[in-house]
């Protein structure tokens, strides 16, 4: 993986919070991961898409994206590095509401219906967010072949994507940012 400790040390540095927590899946914790503080610095944007792009060149999609906010600085950096690269690849968001004027799209972006894609995420606690984002991407007619993650928090997620018949990577677990500090 690209640059895996200096990320990891980012990471740990910069998004890696302790305190009392509520979590988007309603959870309590005692440390929360704001990855923004990572994913919108420019070096970090930067590791993250070269690891990720690592992972995706397993099975290349069409496209990747997930639900706004969190996942697009991701989306950009991947796809920004994609064609650094010579690689086609297109992005797509998923708005938490669809727009009520325009084309009224809850997906937007230059995907059309039967593309394979994977959704990206930053952090995965029990996989509700990434869950909603993957209900959006198929009713747009996507295929969703996994979920691709900063961070696992190990809550649940990976289980909640295997019962959905979805592959999940992180290019972190909770344990590795925890065990090592």
Not at 48 to 71: N, T, Y
Not at 104 to 109: C, F, K, L, Y
Not at 146 to 156: M, T
């Amino acid at each position: 993986m690209a640059n895996r400790s200096s990320l990891q040390a980012l990471l740990q540095e910069r998004a890696l919070k302790f305190g009392e927590f509520t979590l988007a899946s309603g959870q309590k914790a005692s440390f929360y991961l704001d990855c923004r503080q990572v994913t919108l610095d420019s070096q970090g944007a930067l590791w993250i898409a070269e690891s990720m792009l690592e992972r995706l060149e397993k099975d290349w999609p069409d496209a990747v994206g997930g639900m706004a906010i969190g996942a697009d600085p991701i989306t950009a950096a991947v796809l920004t590095v994609a064609a650094q690269r010579n690689r086609p690849l297109k992005g797509f968001i998923v708005r938490k509401e669809a727009k009520q004027h325009g084309m009224a799209r809850q997906v937007e972006g230059p995907v059309t219906a039967g593309d394979r894609c994977v959704i990206l995420e930053d952090v995965v606690t029990t996989g509700g967010s990434s869950l909603r984002a993957i209900e959006h991407a198929r009713a747009f007619g996507l295929e969703v072949l996994g979920v691709l993650a900063i961070v696992d928090r190990q809550a649940g997620g990976r289980e909640t994507f295997e019962r959905e018949g979805l592959a999940f990577e992180a290019l972190f677990t909770i344990d590795e940012l925890l065990g090592s500090r």
